[in-house]
């Protein structure tokens, strides 16, 4: 985690909009959701909608006045913790403490021995895990992969039954109706030892999505009911793209992003007033040259700051998005975009960054990606640490005493501060020439690689007890029963 405000110091920090920029696209977003409106596919959203004031109108779509959206920001928790799978770290979710964690549901993975791109596979969950749990400045954990050899409406509820059994840490979790979720908290409920103890320390957040521009769809709002009501912190993101599912400018993608989330806000809120709930945004642009999003692009991190400088001005809490890249392979252009993602995202105070290990717009996962990235954090926060300045600090007498034209390389005052002031690298060579050519004159890619294996074939998470992976199995076992009896019978 990074934190991007000490009270006993300035930290480095970006700014894309001022408090009177936020106020004008808030107030735009409010405008916006009275005149245009947003459509909404979830039947009992649309009652509670009503009930609280909204207007009904033709073809889902529903006009919300300013007062229901006011209410859903007062009743939002501005910070909530979720902890780790034993209950006993906390991690905090809130404006200004930055956390990391990987993407989630990409297509394809790169084998992790072969190195080819190929469809993501279950046990590619149980390696992300255990990778995420070895690294150190990845602060919560996702599956990273949309797995293809399981059964397909089950696919998150083994990634999250994968997840928990191989990773201490937080998770976010995602579904595909109610029922997923449902399994999945069964799950939380086994590891934790009972409802209560989840309720209290939340060990998961439920990660849904909006459709862009302007429309809330029926079963990510049916999923999000259903995590809300069970105390379930919920991340509700969703784009759009500039220039495709929004006019190109910043500012009208700003408006679009907040109305559909906002909206989306005030429909938890009204299901379930209090319900920890994060929003966020993927506000990526377009490519001018393909239609398609272009996650490595400067705009990306340039929005998504803006998105957290609102969140910021609201007092809710923001996931973002960094670390991933266009590239198809770990290269130079994969380092760039995804050194500059992070850090944007850090300098920009965002509760939760996702998408970390993510290729090809979103489309492949990458573990050697995500070994570069907890790198490219671990410098992001020594950076975000900042510089402390007082008498201790400043340290005239060591000065005076040493004099004009001396070291101070032997002075134990200062010796004694190096290892907290100065970052150690953990991948990157510092050595001389020869001596790098010597120890094998390997690249950054090859060092990345020998971290990756020794991670995966040395560090063992700690287990789940024989009784809680029985109840875990069991629960597997009659989620797959419901899919055989509920699929239409053959013909």
Known sequence: MIVSNYADRQTPQFRVLSDAQCRELFLAALQCLERVGVQVRNDEARELLAAAGAHLGPDDRVRIPAHIIQDALASTPRAFTLWDRDGRRPMPVAQGKVTFGPGLTCTNFIDPETGERRRSRRSDCTLTARLCDALENIDYCIGLGLIDDVTPQLAPVYEFAEL???TTKPIVAWGYKPQNVAD?????????????????R???????????????ADNDLADVFWAAEHGIPVIYLGGPT???????????????????????????QLKRRGAPTVIGSAP??????????????PEM??????????????????????GASESKLLDSQAAMECSFQVLMSALSGAAMVHDLGFLDCADTGSLPLLVLIDEAIAMAKRIMRGIVVNADTIMMDLI???????????????????RKELWVPTLMDRNPYAIWHE????????????????????HQPEPLADAINAKIQAILAEAEQREVRSAPAAR
């Open 164 to 166: 928990v059994a191989n």
């Open 184 to 200: 999945i908290y069964r799950i939380a409920t086994a590891v934790a030892g009972g409802e209560e103890a989840l309720r209290l």
């Open 202 to 216: 939340p060990r998961f957040a439920f990660f849904a999505t909006f459709e862009t521009p302007l429309r809330h």
């Open 242 to 268: 500039m220039g495709l599912r929004a006019p190109a400018t910043g500012a009208a993608t700003m408006v679009i992003f907040l109305a559909t989330a906002l909206s989306g806000l005030a429909i938890i």
């Open 284 to 297: 990526q642009p377009m490519d001018l040259r393909t239609a398609r999003p272009a996650y490595g692009g």
């Open 301 to 322: 991190s340039l929005h998504a700051a803006a998105a957290s400088d609102l969140c910021r001005y609201l007092e809710v809490p923001f996931m973002g998005t960094g």
């Open 400 to 418: 005076d005493e040493v004099g004009p034209g001396q070291f101070f390389i032997a002075e134990p005052e200062s010796v004694a501060l190096c």
């Open 439 to 458: 120890q094998g004159a390997k690249s950054m890619e090859q060092r990345i690689a020998e971290r990756l294996r020794h991670i995966l074939h040395n």
